[in-house]
């Protein structure tokens, strides 16, 4: 019984010096393999918040030359060197989106920018009129605000 007791307590104790860590990923770069090792960092951000015991509420805007990883048709917007590393951030954006801690935000004006029609862009990503709205949004809710230039 006074096992059980302490395990509670400890859970307890645990529950209740949780952190929440709130961030918003702003992404404009255009450089295909930075934005992948961004996409890669993200995740790997979030497992190893969660691993320690915390939670993690995260937005990603992205806007400017990094609209192109929203895009299905990404290989015919970017230039053939730049195809895998796209593909691979966009497998990472892919896995992001599964899950439920995670907001996938692009520009509207960004997808004209790069002649990306909305009916292209992955079915898991809101579209919004200006992205630097939706980042000043959370920072104002108390996001920190990482950037990715």
């Known amino acids: 019984m006074i096992k059980l007791i302490l395990l509670f307590n400890l859970l307890a104790m645990n529950i209740l010096h949780a952190k929440e860590y ?9 450089n295909a393999d930075y934005i992948k090792s961004r996409m890669w960092l993200v995740g790997k951000t979030i497992d190893m918040i969660e691993e320690q015991g915390d939670t993690t509420k995260v937005a990603i805007t992205i806007h400017g030359k990094c609209a ?13 060197e730049d195809v895998e590393s796209i593909k691979k951030a966009q497998n990472y954006l892919i896995s992001l989106s599964k899950r439920k801690n995670v907001k996938l ?20 990503i809101q579209i919004v009129q200006n992205s630097f709205i939706e980042t000043i949004y959370y920072q104002n ?9």
């Open 105 to 124: 935000i692009t520009c509207s004006m960004s997808l004209a920018n790069n002649a990306i029609e909305k009916k292209e862009v992955l079915p898991f």
């Open 141 to 149: 809710e108390g996001y920190a605000l990482m950037t990715f230039k």
């Open 68 to 80: 192109i990883i929203v895009s299905k048709e990404y290989d015919m917007i970017v230039p053939d």
């Open 22 to 30: 709130k961030v918003v990923y702003d992404c404009s770069s255009g």
